[in-house]
């Protein structure tokens, strides 16, 4: 079974700061991964995905991940923090079973606050 | 385009009732999938149906069951609650079709709360 590690539970920057959020996985085959963001009370929300191709993927509200296989990571950036971006973050690997599903595994998430 | 809508937002049970949540997917999706999320186990796959079949479970007791309906609408339920369903239920559908990864669409999910 395929696994999600996302390192910090809460990650605080100040506006206008980096942010960086950190994602390790674990798989046996190729992965296909995404980013997910969820503000309060809310579902879940796409940021980018990574399929096959190009390693740096750019998604909405100024994100980016880049895949490294030799890392077995895929991290969250965003060069400058705004008051939005306050949400949490969850990183997920997908994997196909054998009936042809499809289900994700989850990280447990990072809660992202952005300082005035 | 409408989105994934789940029905209702917000639930309140009593411990040992039943309960029926509601999914309609993206127009055209063909695959629903619901997954749990408590503070304590994070977010937790369910099962997904595809064309009315369960294609797939999560490791759940079976008092949480599901159906899928030839529109695609989907329901889940639990029966005989227990506190510890209390969680915030999504349902998600996409285009995936024979295990291709398409993007999951995310309602804005059912808030369970058993009392």
């Known amino acids: 079974a395929q696994s999600v590690t996302q390192l910090g539970s809460h990650v605080s920057v100040s506006e206008g700061a980096l942010v960086l959020l950190r994602c390790n996985y674990s798989s046996s085959v190729p992965p296909y991964l995404f980013w997910y963001v969820q503000y309060p009370n809310q579902g879940l929300q796409l940021l980018l995905k990574?399929?096959?191709?190009?390693?740096l993927v750019k998604g909405i509200n100024g994100f980016e991940a880049e895949f490294k296989k030799s890392e077995t990571s895929f991290h969250l950036t965003k060069p400058s923090a705004h008051m939005s971006d306050a949400a949490e973050y969850f990183c997920a690997v997908s994997e196909v079973t054998g009936a042809g599903s499809y289900q994700l595994t989850f990280g447990k998430g990072t809660k992202l606050s952005v300082i005035p | 385009k409408a989105g994934v809508t789940q029905t209702p937002r917000y639930l309140i049970k009593t411990r040992g009732q039943q309960v029926t949540l509601s999914c309609s997917p993206i127009?055209?999706?063909?695959?629903v999938s619901w997954y749990q999320q408590t503070p304590g186990q994070g977010l937790q796959f369910l099962f997904e149906y595809f064309s009315e079949t369960q294609r797939n479970k999560g490791n759940f007791p079976g008092r949480f069951s599901g159906r899928q309906f030839s529109n695609s609408r989907s329901e889940m339920n639990v029966s005989t609650l227990e506190l510890g369903d209390s969680a915030l239920y999504l349902c998600?559908?996409?285009?995936?079709?024979?295990?291709?990864?398409?993007?999951?669409?995310f309602g804005q999910g059912t808030r369970l709360t058993v009392v």
């Open positions: 127009s055209g999706h063909r695959s």
């Open positions: 990574y399929t096959t191709g190009a390693t």
């Open positions: 998600a559908s996409s285009l995936a079709v024979h295990g291709m990864n398409t993007e999951a669409f």
